[in-house]
């Protein structure tokens, strides 16, 4: 099926431990996101790319670097991770600026 | 003040009766505006866009009031399986890539 494809679906990192989360759009579309989902919160975006080749930080950017390695493909990467960084995190993707998302079905990361 | 804010809920409203509920947004330039539909542990799922003129679609109308800085959205003949959480999104300008997401509305239907 078309959409947005997330991995991996769980993790559990120690403290310090890094690991990239992966997401692939089939749906030929421009711009990508990583979003995190806190208990309470509204969803709060890490990092954007409008376009391939394009990055730009969102509202909570420090301690992820993100990595837009064609059309489909964005990823996400935690170098050091942090009990703070324990979330669930979505991928999405849309076909323009005003248009609404298409999300992953997300990655429910643990950092102990 | 946040800048898109729900009441969290939750509501519980026997099946087949009317729901709604309010997202009020502090920016008054706000261009664009979503509701969206997450289940538990699950992605969220467009609901449903907010035009100015108020749009339905089946038993779900969302409307913008702009003087008073809400949306809303109203569910007619409520059905169990519209149990799930509501989401408030707001395009603070237009072609912005950084939507405001409110932390959502929970909605039980009980039998």
């Known amino acids: 099926n078309a959409g947005v494809t997330q991995t991996p679906k769980f993790q559990v990192l120690k403290t310090g431990q890094s690991m990239t989360l992966q997401c692939a759009q089939d749906m030929n579309h421009n711009s990508m996101y990583w979003y995190r989902q806190d208990p309470g919160m509204g969803l709060r975006l890490i990092y954007y790319s409008a376009s391939e080749g394009t990055t730009d930080k969102g509202e909570v950017p420090n301690g992820y670097n993100v990595s837009r390695l064609n059309k489909r493909e964005f990823s996400l990467r935690l170098e050091s991770a942090a009990p703070s960084q324990t979330s669930v995190y979505f991928c999405?993707?849309?076909?323009?600026?005003?248009?609404?998302?298409?999300f992953g079905s997300g990655t429910r990361l643990t950092v102990v | 003040r946040k800048e898109v804010e729900q009441d969290p809920g939750p509501f519980n409203v026997p099946e087949g009766a009317t729901v709604a509920f309010n997202c009020t947004y502090s920016n008054s330039a706000s261009q664009s505006f979503f509701w969206y539909r997450q289940d538990c542990r699950k992605e969220p799922k467009l609901l449903m866009s907010?035009?100015?003129?108020?749009n339905e679609d089946g038993r779900f109308t969302a409307q913008l009031n702009r003087a008073s800085q809400y949306i809303s959205l109203l569910i007619r003949d409520s059905k169990l399986s519209d149990s799930a959480t509501y989401l408030c999104v707001v395009n603070p300008r237009w072609g912005n890539y950084q939507l405001i997401w409110g932390a959502g509305t929970k909605l039980i239907i009980k039998p």
């Open positions: 907010v035009y100015s003129s108020g």
């Open positions: 999405a993707s849309r076909e323009a600026a005003n248009y609404g998302y298409t």
